[in-house]
């Protein structure tokens, strides 16, 4: 079953303004990754946040977990129209439920559009 | 650069003709993984190699193998491509299971089936 879901599905924003991408989970998890795909290549991770952080900065980059309500939001600051692409959040349920550790499961992803 | 490399990044075969996919890694990374990603699709686990442990997924198709040859190499084979299994395959490694999972992926090979 999909473990990640994530909305909006789509967001297109203007150079300079900030996106946020939200990602609902429904198992205990060890971990939530945010990954980026550019069009038609290999996903590259963004940030890794653990289920005993709350919040996590890298960059223009910041990623919050609420485990009670079981989401995670990525806010993009300043973006810019590099930042164009699918982003995803991952889970890692760590073993819960007799899921094999290291496991990612994906979410269906978040088309972000940043227009100059 | 340390890295994630697949080999073909485009493959066209014909419907029922085996295909093998290559991956390899200059991480020197215990965990090496497969993915297929259909269109406007999140990435789906294949199977998984933790060093020399095979981790088959309960949904990944007989028609789907990996061998790992050595840490460096992985392959996905499928036996009998059919029109349905047309996708983007990744390949990706991870330090470890546990601690230090996140992923690191190749480009991903696509895949035709005519």
């Known amino acids: 079953s999909q473990q990640g879901e994530e909305d909006p599905q789509a967001l297109s924003i203007q150079e300079g303004e900030n996106a946020t991408m939200n990602c609902s989970y429904k198992?205990?998890?060890?971990?939530l990754q945010w990954y980026r795909q550019n069009s038609g290549r290999g996903l590259v991770h963004l940030i890794l946040i653990r289920s005993n952080e709350r919040e996590k900065h890298s960059g223009r980059l910041r990623v919050t977990l609420d485990t009670s309500k079981k989401s995670s939001s990525l806010l993009i600051t300043a973006s810019r129209a590099a930042d164009t692409a699918s982003y995803f959040c991952a889970t890692d349920a760590g073993g819960a439920g007799g899921t094999s550790y290291g496991k990612l499961t994906f979410g269906q992803g978040t088309i972000l559009t940043v227009h100059p | 650069d340390a890295m994630v490399i697949q080999n073909p990044r485009y493959q066209v075969t014909q419907f029922g003709k085996p295909v093998t996919l290559s991956c390899s890694q200059t991480l020197n990374h215990n965990v090496m993984y497969w993915y297929q990603q259909k269109s406007s699709q999140a990435p789906k686990l294949l199977f998984h190699y933790y060093d020399k442990d095979f981790n088959n997924e309960a949904d990944t198709p007989d028609n789907f193998q990996s061998r790992r040859p050595n840490t460096s190499f992985c392959f996905l084979d499928i036996r009998s491509p059919g029109l349905g299994d047309a996708a983007m395959y990744l390949c990706?490694?991870?330090?470890?299971?546990?601690?230090?999972?996140?992923?690191?992926f190749g480009p991903g090979t696509r895949l035709t089936v005519t």
């Open positions: 198992t205990s998890i060890n971990n």
């Open positions: 990706a490694t991870s330090r470890d299971l546990r601690v230090r999972n996140e992923q690191y």
